[in-house]
């Protein structure tokens, strides 16, 4: 029997089904932000698309899912095939094939931290292209006369930087490239600084570095258009990038690396007063050793004189002794010859060592001012009141400052 008031089923299409069901899921607050994890398994990454596809699974199920590229970008590591993560996102259909996937918004790995994970990559990454390698790094110049520093401006790194090296070498020129050292925005300026340098000469070593901090705050320096950068340099480049526990990829890419920037300022020059010490010894050195050489030659002289003349006097006739005493007056003068031109190299080596001193700029007017035993490089330091130390080639003087 009939039921006069059955309602014929209304068809649908599957298009509609799946439009339908899909408002379901986008309508259920539960699943508009899931967090869910799993490892990751048929991996595909759209280079070009710079999409993300991929599956998540457990030991029993499996879903679909896709992260898109202006979420992909946000990532600071690479995801990879087995690796397993935590995925942050919301839960929708697919119309077109009619199956549901979760749509990824963010995502970490599930056990290691982010920044830890994508250090670990790039290092590995950049190890496998030979960019650490020995053969690369050049060597820091002894006598360097401009010293080119990137870092803040406002940190305690300059100030301790700029401390060792006037103290040090105050020969040298300090030459600071301004830079953000933390955020989004800092690693761009630290590439473009280390070009910079390159790009005109203006430098003959670099440090590049900051104080201390987390793994976020020393992020920048593990960029990879930074590591190239440093890779290219032509100028030497010493990284000082937080304390000495501290690494990160620009102490692996850098020509040497520097526990703190203190210590990078003091490998990047010479002691001036190990320099003094050294130039005087080896004069020293030099001097005693030629005129060794020159009392010796003069005593062998002397011998050979006496031993020709006594065999002359014994066996030869006055005309050969004429001869023989001839031949003795030219050794006897290219012996004196000889001696003189040692003597003169000995003294233009002197001359020259004499210039290297770092202390004989001091005898050409220049003078070193100094305040509580530390030396001075900026008027900044100073207020009215103060009692200074100036340092003279021959002497020093007290003075106080009347105003700034």
């Known amino acids: 029997m009939i039921n006069p008031n059955f309602e014929k089923p209304k068809i649908i299409t599957v298009s509609q089904l799946n439009y339908y069901v899909k408002s379901l899921l986008e309508n259920d607050f539960k699943l508009n932000s899931v967090i869910v994890t799993g490892e990751i398994s048929n991996l595909t990454d ?25 979420n992909a970008r946000s990532l600071k590591f690479k995801p990879e095939e087995g690796m397993k993560v935590i995925a942050m996102g919301r839960v929708s259909l697919y119309e077109p094939s009619g199956s549901y996937q979760l749509y ?6 599930d056990g290691i931290g982010e920044l830890t994970l994508a250090y670990e990559q790039l290092k590995k990454k950049l190890e496998e292209k030979g960019i650490f390698a020995k053969e ?5 110049p002894k006598f360097p006369r401009t010293v080119g520093v990137i870092t803040s401006p406002t940190g305690a790194a300059i100030r301790d930087i700029e401390n060792i090296l006037t103290r040090r070498y105050p020969q040298a020129e300090i ?52 590591a190239y950068a440093i890779y290219a340099s032509n100028i030497p480049v010493i990284s000082a990038v937080g304390h000495e526990t501290d690494f990160t990829i620009c102490d692996f890419v850098s ?14 020059v010479p002691d001036t007063e190990e320099l003094k010490s050294y130039y005087k010894s080896q004069i020293h050195y030099l001097s005693t050793m030629m005129d060794r050489k020159l ?6 002289l002397t011998r050979s004189e006496s031993r020709l003349a006594s065999a002359v006097s014994d066996k030869v006739s006055d005309g050969q002794k004429l001869k023989l005493l001839n031949k003795i007056k030219r050794i006897q003068n290219i012996a004196n010859s000889r001696i003189s031109e040692e003597s003169e190299k000995n003294s ?19 003078t070193v001012t100094e305040k509580d035993g530390k030396i ?24 106080i400052v009347k105003e700034v």
């Open 46 to 70: 759209h280079y070009r698309s710079g999409h993300i596809y991929f599956s998540l699974k457990d030991e029993k199920s499996v879903i679909r899912s896709v992260m898109f590229a202006g």
């Open 104 to 109: 990824v918004e963010g995502m970490q790995p």
């Open 136 to 140: 690369h790094k050049k060597p820091i």
């Open 175 to 226: 030459l600071l490239c301004p830079t953000l050292v933390q955020g989004e925005n800092a690693a761009p300026e630290l590439v473009k600084a280390v070009n910079l340098f390159n790009e005109y000469d203006l430098a003959d070593v670099i440090i590049i570095g900051r104080g201390g901090g987390s793994i976020e705050d020393l992020w920048p320096f593990n960029d990879e258009g930074l």
């Open 255 to 268: 020509d040497l690396r520097a526990p703190t920037p203190s210590a990078a300022a003091e490998l990047a």
């Open 295 to 300: 009392i010796n030659a003069k005593a062998i």
């Open 348 to 366: 233009q080596i002197a001359a020259k060592l004499e210039e290297l001193n770092p202390l004989s700029v001091l005898k050409r007017g220049y």
């Open 376 to 399: 001075i490089s900026s008027s900044k330091a100073l207020k009215p009141d103060d009692e200074l130390t100036v340092v003279f080639q021959d002497g020093k003087i007290k003075t």
